[in-house]
């Protein structure tokens, strides 16, 4: 069963899917403000040929059911079928990517005239403090990375089961000299990368904003806490309604949260990467992320 359009391409179409549906699937995305309820009556398609199964005519004016216009949320494929995609129907998003310069935004956070105090802490630890083992220092890795940090005045601190996997290899790659990078928690530091050799200076963080509309990253140095620079996209789950609402029902009534994760997640890995590329930045330079956004966003 296809969809074919006026170009002539044609698209698989399942019958337990309406047009929209089948349409998004082929990453043709028709305008539905309303996340495809049959509430907005802007996901107008035309049929030309084949057969359909179709409700909610009440949105549409007399002259366009006869010109063959229907909702793509609520009409389904019984066949092949022919579809013509008004201008108004085609939904256009921006996906152009700014990246600029941010000297106004610097000079307001430093107008605050706050401490920079980051999450996180770098440390680079060598002899005298991180020594390879001998016949009367046998003690493990991970008790020797401990004392080490003890000795900087870090005490009781966690290091996950993700840090141990490679703990081994890191350490002795740059002979016992690496760089720990650390995260305060309401618990206490624990430790979320350790890496060979010395990258102290390298600090990094990401601060994410998810809006309804856009989605901003701003790249700031951890040391001093400069804004280095913003890259902002339009938020790619408008495909999947133009607002809050309807990006609810779509995840609640028609199973669309992973979408709507996959989509968001797109866009802020298609923002990170050339802040990286620009700035020459490995994903070790990265020593934070925080991301806010309104309770929808967040969950």
């Given at each position: ?27 043709l995305h028709i ?83 706050v401490d920079i ?183």
């Amino acid at each position: 069963m296809k969809i074919v359009l006026p170009s002539g391409e044609a698209v698989e179409a399942s019958p337990n899917l309406s047009l929209l549906e089948n349409l998004k699937k082929a990453k043709l995305h028709i305008t539905a403000p309303c996340g495809g309820n049959g509430v907005c009556g802007r996901c107008k398609l035309i049929v030309k040929e084949g057969e359909y199964k179709t409700r909610l005519r009440e949105k549409l004016p007399e002259k366009e059911i006869e010109e063959g216009y229907v909702l793509a949320c609520q009409t389904y494929p019984r066949g092949d079928i022919k579809v013509e995609i008004p201008r108004t129907s085609i939904l256009r998003v921006e996906g152009k990517i700014e990246v600029g310069r941010a000297e106004e935004l610097e000079a307001l956070f430093k107008s605050f005239n706050v401490d920079i105090s980051p999450i996180t802490t770098k440390l680079y630890l060598t002899e005298p403090e991180l020594t390879p083992p001998t016949l009367d220092d046998n003690i493990s890795d991970l008790e020797r990375l401990k004392r080490a940090l003890a000795e900087r005045g870090f005490y009781e601190v966690k290091v996950p089961f993700r840090v141990l996997e490679d703990l081994a290899h890191n350490m002795r790659q740059e002979n016992w000299k690496v760089t720990v990078s650390m995260l305060s928690t309401e618990c206490g530091e624990e430790v979320v990368r350790i890496a060979p050799g010395r990258s102290e200076a390298c600090r990094y963080g990401l601060a994410i904003d998810i809006g309804t509309t856009t989605v901003v990253v701003y790249l700031v140095y951890l040391i001093n806490g400069r804004l280095i620079d913003i890259a902002s996209i339009y938020n790619y789950q408008i495909i999947y309604g133009e607002d809050v609402i309807s990006r609810i029902v779509y995840a609640t009534e028609h199973g669309g949260l992973k979408e709507l994760q996959d989509a968001v997640m797109q866009d802020i890995n298609s923002l990170i990467e050339p802040l990286k590329e620009r700035y020459n930045l490995s994903d070790e330079c990265i020593d934070s992320i925080v991301i806010a956004g309104n309770t929808t966003m967040t969950q």
